[in-house]
């Protein structure tokens, strides 16, 4: 006798169906992952294959001169488009940027031996995007830190090209003495203390808003709000959206803080007022009564103390010094509508530096 077809509920086949789509979801996620980091190594041992040819002394760098035309010529002859004469020079400039050791050292490795030491010298973690936007950085410390925050955060192609532009690396060492600043290449961005989520200033070109135009701190508040997500990524780790203009009553007034948020890796709430006009000492009272409620009646025992920051279009720090006390976790972040002048963070985080290794100098 033949057994019945057990019949499924709609339900039962909805959960069947989602089972197996999310499988299906995951093996293609590893599929392309696998891909793509095959890729990587494959680019990178043709970079060194090209190199190594290269380096074969002055008769073979001479013949070298037209070796890429050639070389990508038979290539595409072969394996078709996707090895052009630029994608090959890219290459070469990948092994160059990432090798581990001396060219001389690896000349002898034959063709087996090289895709199998390849691993072993390099764990790349991201995608060919990636690394051609991280070969376009100069410096190897700025270049490390968002190679590292790229892996940490699983920035996309289109975020890492955003924090590049935006000089996040140079923002936050422009707040960080010259031994932090080498732990953000090695280490990425850490949390530790409430002033290591300072950057200077917050980019936040993508609300929409022009710098020359009027606009209220509604509509600057609105246009974050819209922005969410970037302006959280602007805004660095850890950071959870908890409310705008969130009310709380105190003697029987009621006040509104623009934005609240939490970060799980201070562990603490993260009090935003924006300010549009130059920030008054009245500002700074205000943010202190706000930061000081949340730690009263607001703060866990197991929490960290409140943070507050004023995010303005300007400010005089003589004033916020003379105004809050030494040991408030209060800060005065200006903001920018466009992204920063590269070149003058540079020259800034240069003439920083040097101050820094004079001063130190000048206590040896």
């Not at 595409?76 to 090959?88: D, P």
């Not at 002898?108 to 991280?134: A, K, P, R």
């Not at 409310?243 to 993260?270: I, M």
Request: net charge negative.
């Amino acid at each position: 006798m033949l057994m019945e077809e057990k019949n499924l509920t709609p339900a039962g086949e909805n959960e069947l169906f989602a089972h197996v789509s999310a499988l299906i979801e995951q093996s293609r996620q590893q599929v392309a992952k696998a891909v793509n980091t095959a890729m990587v190594y494959t680019y990178y041992g043709v970079g060194r294959y090209i190199v190594e040819f290269e380096q074969g002394g002055e008769k073979r760098a001479e013949y070298g001169k037209g070796v890429l035309k050639r070389l990508s010529e038979r290539l595409t002859e072969k394996y078709g488009n996707g090895w052009s004469e630029e994608t090959l020079k890219k290459c070469r400039k990948f092994y160059q940027i990432y090798k581990i050791g001396s060219t001389s050292q690896t000349q002898s490795l034959g063709t087996t031996e090289l895709v199998h030491s390849v691993d072993q010298m390099y764990n790349f973690t991201l995608s060919w995007n990636h690394y051609q936007i991280l070969m376009r950085i100069d410096n190897p410390q700025a270049r490390s830190f968002y190679e590292i925050e790229a892996h940490n955060q699983q920035w996309s192609v289109r975020q890492l090209q955003r924090q590049v532009g935006s000089s996040l690396y140079e923002r936050l060492a422009l707040s960080r003495n010259k031994d932090e600043v080498m732990r953000l290449a090695n280490e990425g961005q850490t949390f530790e203390k409430p002033i290591d989520i300072i950057k200077n200033p917050l980019v936040l070109e993508f609300v929409g808003l022009k710098p020359d135009s009027s606009y209220s701190e509604t509509d600057l508040e609105s246009a974050i709000i819209d922005k969410l997500q970037m302006f959280l990524l602007e805004m660095g780790k850890g950071f959870l959206f908890e409310a705008r203009q969130k009310r709380f009553t105190f003697d029987e007034d009621n006040f509104y803080v623009d934005l609240v948020f939490y970060n799980r890796l201070l562990q603490c709430f993260v009090l935003i007022d924006l300010k549009i006009d130059k920030l008054t000492h009245q500002d700074l009272g205000q943010m202190q009564m706000y930061v000081n409620y949340y730690d009263r009646y607001e703060k866990q025992d197991f929490e960290k103390p409140t943070i507050g920051i004023l995010l303005c279009k300007e400010k005089n720090d003589a004033l916020v010094e003379l105004t809050l006390p030494k040991d408030a976790n209060i800060y005065a972040q200006q903001y920018a509508l466009c992204l920063p002048d590269k070149a003058l963070l540079l020259q800034k985080l240069n003439e920083w530096t040097e101050e820094f290794e004079n001063q130190k100098e000048v206590r040896l």
